[in-house]
Every structure is written in C-alpha cells, then in structure tokens.
C-alpha cells in the first residue's frame, strides 16, 4: 500500500495531474484502509492467530481520526470557515507507524518462527504507534485552537 500511494503521489505530480479532489480523497482512503485493517486484525475471528491487536489501540487509532473531524467540524461552525489540515509530520510518523504495524502483525507468523521472542517486540511498535497517534492528535488539536483563536481575534477588530 504504501509503495503504491507514493508511485500514485509520484505519477500524478510529474504529469501535472494534481486535482484538489485528489488530494481530498488520497488521505481519506488512508485512514479507511488503515481503520478497516486495525478492526479485524483485533477481530477475534479474522486477526491473525496469535498476533491479536488490542482493541484500545484499534480506539486509539479510530479515534484519532474521528476527533480530528469533530474538530474540522467545530472549527467550521465556530469560523464559517473550511479549514484545510496541512499534514504535520506527527501526522505523517503516526500514519506510516499504523502501515508498519499492520505490515508486521502479517508478516509475524512467520518472524516468530525464525524469532519467538518477536511478539515483544510488535507489542512495544503497536504501543508505540498508539502514543504516536495520540501525539499527533494532540499536535493537530493545538493547530485547530491556534487558528480559532487568531480568527476570533481577527474578527474582533
């Protein structure tokens, strides 16, 4: 996936094909594969055996997204205003981290047959990309207050 999204990102920028919609939608299907993967790799029917992801980093990573658009959302009704999220690079590390957890909960049936002791170490990444999202959630609330604010006092003047 990742590979693809960067030779999609690529071809439509040297062909001069960038569309406002495009860049819309190029995200939006990150965060619904991402968030499809998380639910039924922690789906006690379809994870993978052995390798179950908790349900709170599932949460963590759903409800980072769904705090970001309530956050758009408010920061419409309060402004008047679409607001434009320009990716920051906690935004950027913890998408990247989520592909790689997933990447490595695949591939783990066959890391521990080499390394047993390779449920640790996907435990400490999947953990790590869960403070990853809480941080850039955090990050990205920070940038939405500092933009009401300044609209706010903009507007008072």
């Given at each position: 996936m990742l590979i693809s999204d960067i030779l999609d990102?690529?071809?439509?920028?040297?062909s001069?094909?960038?569309?406002?919609?495009g860049t819309l939608l190029d995200p939006v299907a990150d965060k619904i594969l991402i968030a499809c993967a998380c639910?039924?790799?922690?789906?006690?029917?379809?994870?993978?055996?052995?390798?179950l992801l908790p349900k709170i980093i599932v949460f963590i990573v759903i409800g980072r997204d769904v705090?970001?658009?309530?956050g758009l959302i408010?920061?419409?009704?309060?402004?008047s205003q679409l607001y434009v999220i320009s990716p920051m690079l906690t935004g950027k590390i913890a998408g990247r981290?989520?592909?790689?957890?997933?990447f490595l909960i695949l591939i783990a049936p066959e890391?521990?047959?080499?390394?047993?002791?390779?449920?640790w170490i996907l435990r400490t990444f999947w953990w790590s990309a869960a403070g990853?999202?809480?941080?850039?959630?955090?990050?990205?609330?920070?940038n939405g207050s500092c933009y009401v604010k300044q609209w706010i006092q903009s507007d008072l003047l």
């Open positions: 990102g690529y071809l439509a920028r040297r001069d094909e960038v569309t406002r919609f639910l039924l790799l922690a789906s006690e029917h379809r994870h993978v055996e052995g390798f705090t970001l658009l309530i408010g920061v419409y009704f309060t402004t981290m989520q592909l790689t957890m997933i890391i521990s047959i080499l390394f047993p002791q390779w449920i990853a999202a809480i941080l850039s959630t955090i990050s990205y609330i920070y």
